[in-house]
């Protein structure tokens, strides 16, 4: 993208509108179409030295839209890079309604700037009714009799019963030290512990995580569709039995703004697709599972990717990755272990490849492996040769994760921790900076075997007509 610090607006509500008849959802597909859970997999703040955010570098707005004509309540959650849930708030949309935050304002308590409106706060009374859009694309701008409009139904009340005195929260500044505290508690600096007693991380290789702080600080968010505000985390099993719906009627975007280089990256968020059945839900296992330990009725995310790299130092042209999944590789002291969580085939130009170190143990000592450079739930990691083995200065890489390892694949760093049997799904995307000019796209999904048994290793990306396993 082009310089740039500012955000287009013009025909968002439009395009929202729209979704629902041209959508083809796809349950088991990473798609993007109105889904009933928003994930955004990366969410970076710059902050100073006291750890107050810093208006002059980055931030991170997220927008989301509802896309059908009465009211939502949204649940917001926002984890910490570990993936343990530390934040939770709800916001009301209206029909047809925008959410946007920038989440800078989120660290400094200021909800005010971004809680939806209601017609009668601050000066009425629960529950806030508020106006019906008349002129809406369902029909009620339409006259039935004469020039006379439709009735104004009110379909976008949301009641006392549903959601008390909050949102909207309003000012809360006093709030902001704790906020920071709660997501910048995991950001600090980590060990590696190789893989085993004799395995250690290659000594040419940068590892992620040994020099970690809180500057920037980052984390990532998700958002769902409840039936009434509360106090409850995706990790509580209540949560899916009282609170989340399966009305898939929100979609979203994600925008990287950097103030000090005047550059941004956008792309869309995590669609995260619901499924309601009379027996129960589908039998896959659905995102937000290995938190909650219940059924959530949601689709699974890939298991394979692909992002291209670009690493030119004399051209200024340099690359990052995106990575999110639902399991972090970190022991009981919180150091990072080296071992079984993924594997990487970095290709150039010409097809020449490169892959993830294997590691040899016979007599002699073991090969040393690659560092874990993905150790947390969400990450930006330099795509560069300080952290991997790349064959050339520009081409693709693809990241594998142990469910698509396939049963006849030797994992390359077996340590019996039970990272082939446990179900790691994930999402990718790969920033590029062409030296004051950026760019930012979600990788290409290769496989998702929770869904699809037969995409492992050698045959991701293929799926012959496959019916998803219910």
């Known amino acids: 993208m082009r310089r740039t610090s500012t955000i287009?607006?013009?025909?968002?509500?439009?395009?929202?509108?729209?979704?629902p008849a041209l959508a083809r959802a796809n349950f088991?597909?990473?798609?993007?179409?109105?889904?009933?859970?928003?994930?955004?997999?990366?969410?970076?703040?710059?902050?100073?030295?006291?750890?107050?955010?810093?208006?002059?570098?980055?931030?991170?707005?997220?927008?989301?839209?509802?896309?059908?004509r009465y009211a939502l309540i949204v649940h917001f959650t926002a984890w910490d890079a570990t993936g343990t849930p530390q934040i939770d708030f709800d916001e009301v949309l209206?029909?047809?309604?925008?959410?946007?935050?920038?989440?800078?304002?989120?660290?400094?308590?200021?909800?005010?700037?971004?809680?939806?409106?209601?017609?009668?706060?601050?000066?009425?009374?629960?529950?806030?009714?508020?106006?019906?859009?008349?002129?809406?694309?369902?029909?009620?701008?339409?006259?039935?009799?004469?020039?006379?409009?439709?009735t104004a139904q009110h379909r976008n009340?949301?009641?006392?019963?549903?959601?008390?005195?909050?949102?909207?929260?309003?000012?809360?500044?006093?709030?902001?030290?704790?906020?920071?505290?709660?997501?910048?508690?995991?950001?600090?600096?980590?060990?590696?512990?190789?893989?085993?007693?004799?395995?250690?991380?290659?000594?040419?290789?940068?590892?992620?995580?040994?020099?970690?702080t809180a500057l920037p600080v980052f984390f990532y968010v998700t958002a769902d569709v409840v039936s009434a505000c509360n106090l409850k985390f995706p990790s509580d099993a209540i949560y899916w039995t009282t609170y989340a719906t399966t009305a898939n009627v929100l979609v979203g975007d994600v925008t990287y703004l950097n103030a000090r280089s005047n550059t941004s990256e956008m792309m869309p968020s995590v669609h995260v697709e619901a499924v309601s059945r009379l027996d129960g839900g589908p039998s896959v296992f659905g995102f937000y599972e290995e938190r909650s330990g219940a059924e959530t009725n949601r689709e699974p995310l890939g298991t394979a990717f692909m992002v291209g790299y670009g690493t030119d130092r004399a051209a200024g042209i340099s690359s990052n990755l995106i990575f999110w999944k639902n399991f972090t590789e970190l022991d009981a002291v919180d150091k990072v272990v080296d071992c079984g969580s993924y594997l990487?085939?970095?290709?150039d130009m010409d097809g020449r490849s490169l892959s993830t170190?294997?590691?040899?143990?016979?007599?002699?000592?073991?090969?040393?492996?690659?560092?874990?450079?993905?150790?947390?739930?969400?990450?930006?990691?330099?795509?560069?040769?300080?952290?991997?083995?790349?064959?050339?200065?520009?081409?693709?890489?693809?990241?594998?994760?142990?469910?698509?390892?396939?049963?006849?694949?030797?994992?390359?760093t077996p340590d019996g921790r039970?990272?082939?049997?446990?179900?790691?799904?994930?999402?990718?995307?790969?920033?590029?900076?062409?030296?004051?000019y950026s760019a930012g796209a979600e990788g290409i999904t290769l496989a998702n075997p929770l869904c699809f048994p037969a995409q492992v290793l050698p045959d991701l990306g293929v799926n012959p007509g496959a019916v998803p396993v219910r």
């Not at 990487?344 to 290709?347: C, N, V, W």
Request: net charge negative; aromatic share 14%.
């Open 8 to 19: 287009r607006k013009v025909g968002v509500v439009i395009l929202g509108v729209l979704v």
């Open 28 to 68: 088991c597909a990473q798609d993007q179409v109105p889904a009933a859970t928003l994930l955004f997999p990366y969410v970076v703040v710059d902050v100073d030295t006291t750890g107050t955010p810093d208006a002059g570098g980055q931030t991170t707005i997220t927008r989301i839209i509802n896309v059908v």
């Open 94 to 150: 209206s029909g047809y309604d925008v959410l946007e935050i920038n989440w800078r304002d989120f660290l400094t308590g200021r909800f005010d700037l971004f809680d939806t409106s209601k017609n009668a706060f601050p000066f009425g009374s629960a529950p806030y009714t508020f106006d019906p859009f008349e002129w809406g694309p369902d029909g009620r701008g339409q006259p039935t009799t004469g020039a006379t409009l439709t």
């Open 157 to 212: 009340a949301i009641t006392t019963a549903q959601c008390g005195t909050v949102p909207p929260y309003g000012n809360r500044t006093d709030l902001a030290a704790t906020i920071r505290s709660l997501l910048t508690g995991a950001l600090v600096a980590r060990e590696h512990t190789g893989c085993g007693p004799s395995t250690w991380p290659r000594a040419d290789k940068t590892w992620f995580g040994v020099a970690l």
């Open 344 to 347: 990487y085939y970095a290709f």
């Open 357 to 412: 170190s294997p590691m040899f143990c016979d007599s002699g000592p073991c090969v040393r492996l690659d560092p874990n450079q993905l150790p947390f739930a969400t990450q930006k990691v330099p795509l560069s040769n300080a952290y991997f083995d790349l064959p050339g200065q520009y081409g693709f890489m693809l990241i594998v994760l142990p469910p698509s390892y396939g049963q006849s694949y030797a994992d390359p």
């Open 418 to 436: 039970g990272y082939l049997q446990r179900p790691t799904m994930g999402w990718a995307a790969w920033q590029f900076d062409y030296g004051g």
